[in-house]
């Protein structure tokens, strides 16, 4: 079995769904804004609370930003 890969649609997303700078993502979401810029360049998994608190603050399901390739 292969490793899995999680890839997001995160920039995207906050993008569309919001007025969010990535600054104020994080402080919604209670992280780094170094931690939003490395997910949305594919570069870091989030946690699973850290997935859903970002799916929660841009009212979209988990599934709709992160997914399996």
Known sequence: MG???IKN???RVRRANSN???EQLAEIAD???Q?????E????NP????ALKIAKAL???????FYLE
């Open 3 to 5: 490793e899995i890969v």
């Open 9 to 11: 649609n995160l920039k």
């Open 20 to 22: 969010y700078t990535q």
């Open 31 to 33: 992280c780094t804004r």
């Open 35 to 39: 931690t939003i810029i490395a997910l």
């Open 41 to 44: 360049q594919n570069k870091y």
């Open 47 to 50: 946690s699973l609370a850290l």
């Open 59 to 65: 009212n979209v399901e988990v599934e709709d930003i």
